[in-house]
Every structure is written in structure tokens, then in C-alpha cells.
């Protein structure tokens, strides 16, 4: 796997896991703003988080599958991971 | 689920990943070090990361996953998450 930065704009295994954010949302039906403030995150990052766009911290991860009501093992699943 | 700061001490979701990560590694029979050379992870980082006591980015989680050999979605499984 190469060396990335903490900041990072293209990485498949993020797009992947931001993808499979972005479905499950919208499989529950919220929106993108919804997710952010039900898991306590900043609107402006959740969006780079769907779009794979940023390292997301472990936790975040965690309080995106709390919100989605999920797992990290079913969400990583569904990514392909 | 409770607000933390980036630097995290306890938190028992952060702990059940570093405790499955330990579990993999001593299954597959390498040492910390080994891993964390592995995973092109520090080795004092590494050894917070499986105590649970750094909010671990999501691309260091998967660096670990593949030195382990090992998908997210199974590690996360068996950290209960």
C-alpha cells in the first residue's frame, strides 16, 4: 500500500468506505446534513468523507455507523473491506 | 455517544479494535514491532493503537487490516463493532 499523507484526495479504499456511507444514508433516507449533526460532525467534512476525500479518524468512522445505525463490520463489508 | 477529543485515553469502542488487532497478530504469530514495520506505522504508535489509546485514522486501520492479512469487516467483527 504507497505512503499517503493525513490529508488525502484520492485513495480507493476512502472512496470505497464513503461510497458505501453515501448508500447507507441514503438507504435511511436522511441527508448528507442529517448524518453530519446526528453523528456531531462538520457538515463541510462529512461531505469530503463521502467522497473518500479525507483520513477519517477511527471515531468519526464510529459515530457515522452509530448514526447510521449499523456496524463498522457490516458498513465495511458493504464497502468491500 | 459521547464527544471526544482526537487524543483519547478510554474509550471502550477504540480499545475493543486495539484488543482484536493484538488477538490477529498474535494469531499469525509476529511480534508488535514486526507489525507495525509491516504497516509502516511507528512502533510506540502502534502499541497505543492496540491499547486503545489513539483515535487511529481509518488509512492506518487499513495498513494494519493488510499486514494482518485480514479484512476490516472480519477485524471489526471480532471487536464486536
Chains 1, 2 share one sequence.
Request: charged fraction near 25%.
Amino acid at each position: 500500500m504507497p505512503r499517503v499523507s493525513s490529508k488525502v484526495d484520492i485513495n480507493g479504499e476512502l472512496v470505497a468506505l464513503g461510497a458505501a456511507i453515501r448508500l447507507h444514508r441514503k438507504g435511511i433516507g436522511i441527508s448528507q446534513e442529517e448524518l453530519a449533526d446526528l453523528a456531531s460532525i462538520d457538515r463541510s467534512h462529512m461531505g469530503k468523507i463521502e467522497r473518500g476525500e479525507r483520513n477519517v479518524s477511527l471515531l468519526n468512522v464510529l459515530r457515522i455507523v452509530h448514526a447510521l445505525d449499523t456496524t463498522l463490520a457490516k458498513l465495511s463489508n458493504s464497502a468491500g473491506l
